[in-house]
T-cell receptor, first 113, second 111 residues
Framework: DGGITQSPKYLFRKEGQNVTLSCEQNLNHDAMYWYRQDPGQGLRLIYYSQIVNDFQKGDIAEGYSVSREKKESFPLTVTSAQKNPTAFYLC????????????FGEGSWLTVV | GENVEQHPSTLSVQEGDSAVIKCTYSDSASNYFPWYKQELGKRPQLIIDIRSNVGEKKDQRIAVTLNKTAKHFSLHITETQPEDSAVYFCAAGTGGFKTIFGAGTRLFVKA
């Protein structure tokens, strides 16, 4: 699980700005995910990708965008359309088969100022 | 949609006592049940998991039980220590993006 790197760890954004969170993995996992976690809350799926050049919306995709141009990378852009973006963002990955356990990165804290 | 309910939301125990966290799930197709521990400001880390062909699994002080008929599964921590204090998440599903997480249980172990 130490093979998933997120950056930056802390990010401050002004209202109306887009920001991009980086996620890189060297675990050779096919699938990658983005989750959002609000204080005291559970994990909500934003987007996932099972293969390069393909991704799907999760439960709360509005106001977010992603790309999957490389197997190792799955950046998340938080757009100005996301009305309440302040949260802890977790990138994750998993093999497709046979073990599909999800492993998480260290997370990125985004605060809107 | 499919969901996972987790109880209690907060649990406080004395050091050395046992702690039990319970989850129920709705999707009868679920066959994979991981548990994660998340310390404050850190990432969730897998601590134990169980698959539907197994009823119980142990790893030192941690055990998980599964009742597929009732769609229940539980995490048991024995001889709790202060470093066990964290938020614990259960999850159920068929793996990958089909993994549904519970809302979490905040465990406090009092020294």
């Amino acid at each position: 699980d130490g093979g998933i790197t997120q950056s930056p760890k802390y990010l401050f954004r002004k209202e109306g700005q887009n920001v991009t969170l980086s996620c890189e993995q060297n675990l050779n996992h096919d699938a990658m995910y983005w989750y959002r976690q609000d204080p005291g809350q559970g994990l909500r799926l934003i987007y996932y990708s099972q293969i390069v050049n393909d991704f799907q919306k999760g439960d709360i995709a509005e106001g977010y965008s992603v790309s999957r141009e490389k197997k190792e990378s799955f950046p998340l852009t938080v757009t100005s359309a996301q009305k309440n973006p302040t949260a802890f963002y977790l990138c994750a990955s998993s093999p497709r088969v046979p073990d599909y356990t999800i492993y998480f990165g260290e997370g990125s804290w985004l605060t809107v100022v | 949609g499919e969901n996972v309910e987790q109880h209690p939301s907060t649990l406080s125990v004395q050091e050395g006592d046992s702690a039990v966290i319970k989850c129920t799930y709705s999707d009868s197709a679920s066959n994979y049940f991981p548990w994660y521990k998340q310390e404050l400001g850190k990432r969730p880390q897998l601590i134990i998991d169980i698959r539907s062909n197994v009823g119980e699994k142990k790893d030192q002080r941690i055990a998980v039980t599964l009742n597929k008929t009732a769609k229940h599964f539980s995490l048991h921590i024995t001889e709790t220590q202060p470093e066990d204090s964290a938020v614990y998440f259960c999850a159920a599903g068929t793996g990958g993006f089909k993994t549904i997480f519970g809302a979490g249980t905040r465990l406090f172990v009092k020294a």
